[in-house]
């Protein structure tokens, strides 16, 4: 394909499996005019219990899937696969690859004003230590508190997210980053914006959520349009949806993630 047709080619979004729905949704929010092809690798979730040399065969092998689609750039939608792979992504190919960490990082540290940062996110992720390490990257007096918040990822896949049972759970999760004085918490799992009301909710009004799908789309709109590969067309951008398995409850989840029909998700082989 010739140079000059570059920005007409879709972003290849991938996550192992509909969390990554919430990052997407944002893309298709702040860029509605870019094609967009969503991989969820449904068959092998979750990553966040696999090695991290599992976590990043799997990645390699989602990006390839990309790839073959012709995509002009690739985002990983995947807290363990970003904590992990994005670095052997980026040596493989030439596009721009980006995580979720590093731009959810960057708000948090931009955001916070007394220091205190909470990062909630599934065992992996938080065992992987990945945001607190990429925080103090940029920070060094900023003090992190994570909790590993495992239950959230069922409730938004069950559609339990304004209930009691949502709010009890998340008051047992959070409420010890609330006795910790944190001034703003990192959602550190792609299912959690769905929960983001019952969060608020408990954790109150006044400590800041940053939403790592939100800063990732702002990110990818900043590297586009330095590149100078932000689609020009006029029209409503195409949205394509792989899975690699179950792609009739894909569906369903993934229409209550978006909050909008989809057409079809299409069963792909790695």
Known sequence: MLTKNLHR????????????LTVAKSLFELLPNENIIYLGDTARLPYGTKSKETV?????????FLLSKNVKMVVVACNSSSSVAVPFLQKITKIPVIGVIEPGSTAAVNKTVNNKIGVIGTMGTIKSNAYKKQVTKYRKDVEIFSQACSLFVQLAEDGWTDNKIAELTAKEYLSGLKEKGVDTVILGCTHYPILKNTIRKVLGKNI??????EET????KNILHRKKLLNTQKKKGYHKFFATDFPNNFKLISERFLGRKISEVKKVKL
């Open 217 to 220: 789309a702002k990110e990818v």
């Open 9 to 20: 080619r879709p972003i290849g979004v991938f996550d192992s499996g509909i969390g990554g």
């Open 208 to 213: 800041e959520l940053i939403d790592s799908g």
């Open 56 to 64: 990043i065969l799997y990645s390699i092998e989602c990006l390839k």
